[in-house]
């Protein structure tokens, strides 16, 4: 098993839906939680961080984390086909990242 | 002007050649590492340094070897390359932050085939 399980997708939206991605990991030892998201032919580029548990809201974007029950979660409101990327979550204990597989979204005019 | 570059963008050779890929940065940032990304497998850590003189093994090390020839030069060489290590390779740099989160810039990738 993975230490950070992520569904590949690709999910498929229309433009202006809310969209929920999701990661569990094992490692009780995480504390830092991001999100970077990858344009296709890109590197991937830090979204968000949070430090342990809650939530952190950067203008449509909504970071949670549920430590208890080792679940993080980005929301997406009124997205935009702009936002069609692969979206990878990461954890750290501090200093390395660990990586899960990436969603594919694609968000539809 | 892009702060961590990678070279070449694309490379296609056949398996037993010796490959160099190329990462420079003008972050001024310590820390340096090498990826690779296989689909649905996300980011794996392949080596890493924390400064010119630190080397350290990532989780699939096993046919790569790195130079850190400078703070903002960092190689990864394939040996003798074979199939199973086509894929994309990234160079990621960090620096840590006064709160201890470690948030690491990656390069564009670099997409290696090997026949």
């Known amino acids: 098993q993975k230490e950070v399980e992520q569904d590949p997708g690709p999910l498929s939206v229309p433009e202006g839906a809310i969209v929920s991605l999701n990661c569990t990991y094992s490692?009780?030892?995480?504390?830092?939680f991001m999100w970077y998201r990858q344009y296709s032919r890109k590197g991937p580029e830090l979204l968000m961080y949070?430090?342990?548990?809650g939530n952190k809201e950067d203008g449509r974007f909504t970071a949670q984390v549920d430590k208890s029950s080792k679940y993080i979660s980005l929301f997406i409101r009124d997205s935009q086909p702009s936002d069609s990327a692969t979206y990878l979550c990461?954890?750290?204990?501090?200093?390395?990242?660990?990586f899960g597989g990436g969603t594919r979204l694609m968000v539809k005019p | 002007d892009a702060d961590v570059t990678q070279t070449p963008r694309n490379r296609i050779t056949k398996t037993g050649k010796r490959i160099m890929l190329e990462c420079s940065q003008t972050?001024?940032?310590?820390?340096m590492y090498w990826y690779r990304q296989d689909p649905g497998l996300g980011l794996r850590l392949i080596y890493y340094s924390f400064d010119v003189k630190d080397i350290n093994k990532g989780e699939i090390s096993d046919g790569y070897s790195v130079s850190r020839q400078a703070q903002a030069k960092f190689s990864l060489s394939l040996e003798s390359a074979i199939p199973n290590q086509t894929a994309l390779y990234f160079c990621?740099?960090?620096?840590?932050?006064?709160?201890?989160?470690?948030?690491?810039?990656f390069g564009p990738g670099t997409r290696l085939t090997v026949l």
């Open positions: 972050k001024g940032h310590d820390r």
């Open positions: 949070t430090y342990s548990s």
């Open positions: 990621a740099t960090s620096d840590i932050g006064t709160s201890g989160f470690n948030e690491q810039f």
């Open positions: 990461a954890m750290s204990t501090g200093n390395m990242l660990t």
């Open positions: 490692n009780s030892a995480f504390q830092y």
